[in-house]
C-alpha cells in the first residue's frame, strides 16, 4: 500500500477484555514503532521493532501490553485486561532508512474502553 | 530527559494573517527536529524536517521553520494562513538513526474568516 495502514480503525470493548490492533508498514520499510495519543495530550512512544525484534520496548506502560512483529512486516499490538485507561488512539509509524529517522504515521486506532 | 515544550495550547488566527507556532526542545546531543500536522481522525502528516546545515528549512503547504540552537527552539512559521490550515501541530525531537520521537502536547490552530 501507499501508506502505514492501521485496523481497526475504532475498536469499542469491555474493561477486562482482551484487544488486537494491526499495524500494515509501507512496503520495504524495515522500522516501526507504535506510539498512544491520549485526549489533548502528544502522541507517546510504545515500542519499536527493527525488523522482527523489539529494539526498544521502555516505553510500555505494564506488562498487559505487548507486540509482536514475526515478519518483519506486519506487526499487533496485545493489550490484555483491559482498563478504561488504556481509551487511547494508537498510531503506528515506519520508517526506511535510520540515518534521518523520518516516521510515516498511520492514522491510528481509537480504542475505546468501556 | 528528553522533552518538547509548546506553550500555546490554542491560537486563533485570521486568515490571511501570519502564523509563528513555537517550540522548545531539551535533548542531550544533536536534535532531530520534526514538525507534523493532525486534522481531526487523521494520523500525523510531516510538514517538515531539520537535520542539519541551514537552520531555516523549507516545508510542505508553505510552512518553514527556524531552528536556533542558542534558544532550543525550532518555531513554525507561515506568512498567510489558509482556512484549510486549521488542524492539530506537534513538534517532535529525536535523535539520529532508529529512535523514538518525543512529541509535545500540540498547539490547535483555529482559522477565523
Known amino acids: 500500500g501507499a501508506g502505514v495502514s492501521q485496523t481497526p480503525s475504532n475498536k469499542v470493548t469491555e474493561k477486562g477484555k482482551y484487544v488486537e490492533l494491526r499495524c500494515d508498514p509501507i512496503?520495504?520499510?524495515?522500522?516501526l514503532y507504535w506510539y498512544r495519543q491520549s485526549l489533548g495530550q502528544g502522541p507517546e512512544f510504545l515500542i519499536y521493532?527493527?525488523?522482527?525484534?523489539?529494539?526498544?520496548d521502555s516505553g510500555l506502560p505494564n506488562d498487559r501490553f505487548f507486540a509482536v512483529r514475526p515478519e518483519g512486516s506486519v506487526s499487533t499490538l496485545k493489550i490484555q485486561r483491559t482498563e478504561r485507561g488504556d481509551s487511547a488512539v494508537y498510531l503506528c509509524a515506519s520508517s526506511l532508512t535510520g540515518t534521518q529517522n523520518i516516521q510515516y504515521f498511520g492514522a491510528g486506532t481509537r480504542l475505546s474502553v468501556l | 530527559a528528553q522533552s518538547v515544550t509548546q506553550p500555546d495550547i490554542h491560537i486563533t488566527v485570521s486568515e490571511g494573517a501570519s502564523l509563528e507556532l513555537r517550540c522548545n526542545y531539551s535533548?542531550?546531543?544533536?536534535?532531530?527536529l520534526f514538525w507534523y500536522v493532525q486534522s481531526p481522525g487523521q494520523g500525523l502528516q510531516l510538514l517538515l524536517k531539520?537535520?542539519?546545515?541551514?537552520?531555516l528549512v523549507q516545508g510542505i503547504k508553505g510552512f518553514e521553520a527556524e531552528f536556533k540552537r542558542s534558544q532550543s527552539s525550532f518555531n513554525l512559521r507561515k506568512p498567510s494562513v489558509h482556512w484549510s490550515d486549521a488542524a492539530e501541530y506537534f513538534c517532535?525531537?529525536?535523535?539520529?538513526?532508529?529512535?523514538?520521537?518525543?512529541f509535545g502536547t500540540g498547539t490547535r490552530l483555529l482559522v477565523s474568516p
Open positions: 535533548y542531550g546531543a544533536t536534535p532531530y
Open positions: 517532535a525531537v529525536g535523535g539520529r538513526g532508529f529512535q523514538k520521537l518525543v
Open positions: 521493532f527493527q525488523g522482527t525484534g523489539a529494539a526498544d
Open positions: 512496503s520495504g520499510h524495515t522500522a
Open positions: 531539520y537535520f542539519s546545515g541551514d537552520t
